[in-house]
């Protein structure tokens, strides 16, 4: 079983960056599908964004086209969610997770990480 640990969130203003990381152990990532979700308060959790094993195709929720990047490093063992321009209704936690097989944008993960705090102020 792979763990997954969320880092980099915190509180930044309106038009300001952030870089989440996710650092896996227990297994290499190598092997997972990866993707990053959020969750604002009173709402369901939704897809962010997500990356095929290799790296080779990535996938957004319309919200964030442009403004939000995902990529990988497999030696690391870690997957980012690079995310420029943030607006207020990003803030969320924010999790990854991680799926051998299976729908990328679906919820249906095995693997979390805890989650990660993302507040943008206006």
């Known amino acids: 079983q792979v763990q997954l640990v969320e880092s980099g969130g915190g509180l930044v203003q309106a038009g300001g960056s952030l870089r989440l990381s996710c650092t896996a152990s227990g297994r290499t990532i190598s092997i997972y599908h990866m993707g990053w979700f959020r969750q604002a308060p009173g709402k369901e959790r939704e897809f962010v964004a997500g990356i095929t094993r290799s790296g080779d195709s990535t996938y957004y929720t319309d919200s964030v086209k442009g403004r939000f990047t995902i990529s990988r490093d497999n030696a690391k063992n870690t997957v980012y969610l690079q995310m420029n321009n943030l607006k207020p209704e990003d803030t969320a936690v924010y999790f990854c997770?991680?799926?051998?097989?299976?729908?990328?944008?679906?919820?249906?993960?095995?693997?979390w990480g805890q989650g990660t705090q993302v507040t943008v102020s206006s």
């Open positions: 997770a991680a799926r051998v097989a299976g729908l990328i944008t679906s919820k249906d993960y095995p693997n």
